[in-house]
């Protein structure tokens, strides 16, 4: 008989730092304890998710509060830490300090880790990817302690414990890999191949207030009052899956992070809370059975595919010029130009369009969104 897999749930009202202190603290001791995943003198990154750098009330990534309660549990262990993310766009430092998290870090003397240097190696043990180039922090850690958030996301559905070691792969070569992975399959197969090269030690969700339907930038905060913790990250996403009533065959993380071996959705023994308290069947995320990317099926015609996915929208009135989507697209040729000039909004090209909605996770102003045209509406009635 197959093991029960554990996930801590532990109820926390706010982000007031004493009582996230005691969460955090919970959470881990329903583990076994910090102890269990840093040792004295070993050195710990914590890999916080810091896909831009802006206010903390925005959801975007962990709140500080929850990032200084887990460096401090760690620094209690006698393990000598590090914290950082490759941001999508701009400098690792930069993020951070937009954040709220340098701050923190600062005051607990912990240092931004190399999240800039490539090391690239071979690995054996993936499935899809042989080869990953990896940032210098990651290679060089003892150990790695994940750290995310609870968000929608337009590709995978849900950004959580597998999709948070993306940003181990540093800068612009996130981009490529958008380019070479178009499908949602292979993409989230690189994912699981990450987590299977890092081995994150344990994997924290701050689920305090999370961000539910246009995310993982642009969404709506919704509190949901949970930390999550476990060492297996299938089964805490599945988790996340269950208390928003989402379901788990639709998040391809999870279904190849079962089939590789990076863990299981089965069989999951939960600590601490029951999982009914935190139910949100109503959480705004994609619920549809649809493909979130362009797949290559019998619907080889580009017009047919083109007009049955899923595509990113600019809404011209929130559109404001700045140019952002158009640098970040990974697509060559690009799918966005300034056709109409730069005094109007850009314009996509929806045959180049590898639908990894770059342009939507990355816009600063909200104006993106992710809609089903019309014709692949009326099939999928």
Known sequence: MQNSVNVALVYCEQYQLD???LAVKKGLDLLGGVEQFAKPQENILVKVNMLVGDSPDK???PHPMVFQAVLEQLLSAGSHVSFGDSPGFGSPRGAARQAGLLPVADELAV?????ETPVTRTYTETHLIK??????????CDGLISLCKLKSHALTRITGAVKNQFGCVPGILKAEFHSRLPNSKQFSQMLVDINLVVKPRLYIMDGIVAMEGNGPRNGTPRPMHVILLSTDPVALDAAVCRIIGLDEALVETITYGNAFGL?????ISFLGEPLSRFAAPDFQVNRSKASTAIEKNSLSNSFMRN??????????KKCTRCGRCVQVCPAQPKALSWANGEENAPVYDYSHCIRCYCCQELCPHQAITVKVPLLGKLIRR
Do not use: H, M, W, Y
């Open 111 to 115: 240092p931004l880790a190399d999240f």
């Open 19 to 21: 009582e996230v202190r």
């Open 263 to 267: 863990g299981s959705s089965q069989n």
């Open 59 to 61: 959801c975007i990534g």
């Open 307 to 316: 007009n049955l996915t899923p595509r990113p929208v600019i809404n011209a």
């Open 131 to 140: 080869q990953f180039t990896l940032t210098k922090a990651v290679t060089d």
